[in-house]
């Protein structure tokens, strides 16, 4: 592939909603020895992540629904976080246009693009593009709660932004990507 990294086996494990494949790889290191490595590697697409803010209001929308990774860990699996889905072969910022409007029944106002991250690049492919919008009453299309056929099922949650950013602190919002755009917000409303 390049001259630091060469695939020599690249095998899918498994393949249902995404796949996971065992790469093994040779990598030259910076003092030019190569080493041989194998990584599972797990991949669905990347995504795109939005945050609803209301200015007036100074709250934030955001989400609660089941994650069956949280609870395998051992954590709450009624995840509070920022509206996402993948990109389902559209723009970034359609895609979180899109999926603000199916989980929380709101057409974001006024989106801004804030950044991409990787959360767990050791073994995900998974990039997520993350964006901030306005929602306010005038902003609501329908009442939410996400799409029954794609498993989702959906609370709404508005929280005084204050409130969300002492969640973080409390470990009542422990999602990377959620922490990630609530902080961004803090610091440019300074």
């Known amino acids: 592939m390049t ?4 695939i020599i086996a690249a095998d899918t494990l498994a ?16 003092d030019g020895q190569v080493q041989r490595l194998q990584r ?6 990347s995504a795109a992540a939005m945050l609803l803010f209301d200015p007036a209001r100074e709250t934030v929308l955001l989400v609660r629904q089941f994650r069956v990774p949280v609870h395998l860990n051992g954590d709450d699996p009624d995840l509070l976080e920022v509206c996402a889905g993948l ?4 723009a970034p910022e359609i895609a979180a246009a899109r999926e603000a409007l199916e989980e929380t029944g709101h057409a974001p106002v006024s989106v801004t693009h804030v950044c991409n991250c990787y959360a767990s690049p050791g073994s995900l492919t998974e990039k997520v593009s993350l964006f901030l919008g306005h929602y306010n009453a005038g902003t609501l299309r ?4 996400g799409l029954v056929e794609e498993g989702e099922e959906i609370e709404l949650v508005e929280l005084p932004l204050a409130e969300a950013l002492d969640m973080i602190a ?3 919002i422990i999602d990377a990507k959620t922490i990630i755009l609530l902080q961004h917000l803090a610091l440019s409303r300074r």
């Open 3 to 6: 001259e630091r990294i060469t």
């Open 170 to 172: 409390t470990g009542r």
């Open 15 to 30: 393949k249902n909603w995404g796949s996971l494949t065992n790469f093994t790889l040779d990598y030259r290191r910076r």
């Open 87 to 90: 990109l389902d072969g559209e």
């Open 40 to 45: 599972e590697i797990y991949d669905h697409g």
């Open 142 to 145: 329908h009442a939410g709660g």
